[in-house]
C-alpha cells in the first residue's frame, strides 16, 4: 500500500533507508527531478535536488544514479553531466552504463534494423502536428507533448501498426506522453540488479513517475526503498507530490545519513 510522505515527520522507511550501510539512490529523471517540458532536450534536475545529490554523494558508501530511458548521449546532456562526476547513469532503460572513471554499453547497437524502423516512423511523426521523434542508441522514441489527445491516440496507433508489421519482437513502452519501442529487453527492474551488485548495496532508494518505473518498483525487496512521484497506482511505499518534493525526501535522506556518519 502506497502511503504519501509528510516533509517533516518521521517515517521508520525513511530512516531504514538512510542508515543501510551501503546505499544506492536510483531517480529517474523527467517528471522525477525534472518537471515536464513541452521540448524534452530542455529538461533539467532542479537545483534543489541537484543541491542534495551533492551533499548525498559527498558521503561515504552512498551512490547516487540517474536510471533513465533516455539514450546515454541524452542522459548525458540533461543531467548536465561531467566526465569527472561522482553520479552514475543508467540509459535507455538499463541498456547502458556510465559509471565514474568509465563507460560502457551492454551490447552492441544494431544500427541497420534500428535505422531502417527510423526511416520509416519519420513520415508518420512528420504528418501529426506536435509530435516529435526521439532516435535513440537501440531505438525510438515518439513523443507527444506538444500534440492533442486525440492525434496522440492516431499516431500511436499508426506507429503500433508499423511496429507490428516490421517490428515484432521490439519490446513496446507506454509512458507519459510517450510511445517508444526497443531492440533491447532490459527494464529498470534490471538497472536495479546491476546496480546493487556493482555497488554490493545493502539498499536501493528507487524514485520514479510513470508507468516504466514500475519495473524498478517491483524489483525492490526488504531493505529498499521505493517512491513514487505523483498519482498512479505504484508498488511504492511512499508518495511524494512533485519532483521539489523528491528534493526534500533526499534533504530528509542526506541529513540522517550525515547525521549518523559524524
Not at 7 to 16: C, E, F, H, K, Q
Not at 217 to 245: C, H, K, N
Request: proline share 5%; net charge negative.
Amino acid at each position: 500500500m502506497t502511503r504519501m510522505w509528510v516533509p517533516g515527520r518521521a517515517d521508520a522507511a525513511l530512516t531504514a533507508i538512510a542508515t543501510t550501510p551501503r546505499l544506492v539512490i536510483a531517480l529517474d529523471f523527467d517528471g522525477t527531478v525534472s518537471p515536464f517540458v513541452l521540448d524534452p532536450m530542455t529538461a533539467r534536475a532542479l537545483p534543489e535536488v541537484v543541491r542534495e545529490v551533492d551533499r548525498l554523494v559527498a558521503l561515504p558508501d552512498t551512490t547516487v544514479a540517474y536510471v533513465s530511458g533516455r539514450s546515454m548521449h541524452d542522459l548525458r546532456v540533461i543531467a548536465e553531466h561531467r566526465d569527472d562526476s561522482p553520479v552514475v547513469l543508467a540509459g535507455s532503460h538499463g541498456a547502458e552504463y556510465s559509471y565514474p572513471g568509465a563507460s560502457a554499453a551492454a551490447a552492441a547497437d544494431e544500427t541497420d534494423e534500428r535505422e531502417s524502423l527510423w526511416a520509416l516512423v519519420r513520415p508518420i511523426i512528420d504528418r501529426h502536428e506536435g509530435v516529435e521523434f526521439e532516435p535513440k542508441a537501440y531505438g525510438f522514441g515518439v513523443h507527444t507533448r506538444r500534440a492533442a489527445p486525440d492525434v496522440e491516440e492516431a499516431v500511436f496507433a499508426e506507429v503500433d501498426a508499423l511496429m507490428a508489421a516490421h517490428g515484432a519482437g521490439w519490446r513496446r513502452r507506454h509512458g507519459h506522453r510517450i510511445l517508444e519501442f526497443s531492440s533491447r529487453n532490459e527494464g529498470k527492474d534490471a538497472a536495479m540488479r546491476v546496480l546493487r551488485a556493482h555497488f554490493d548495496a545493502t539498499g536501493i532508494l528507487f524514485a520514479g513517475d510513470d508507468v516504466t518505473d514500475e519495473d524498478a518498483m517491483r524489483e525492490l525487496g526488504a531493505g529498499d526503498l521505493g517512491v513514487r512521484v505523483g498519482p498512479g497506482e505504484s508498488a511504492a511505499t511512499l508518495r511524494v507530490q512533485s519532483p521539489q518534493e523528491i528534493a526534500a525526501l533526499l534533504r530528509a535522506v542526506a541529513d540522517e545519513r550525515g547525521a549518523r556518519r559524524e
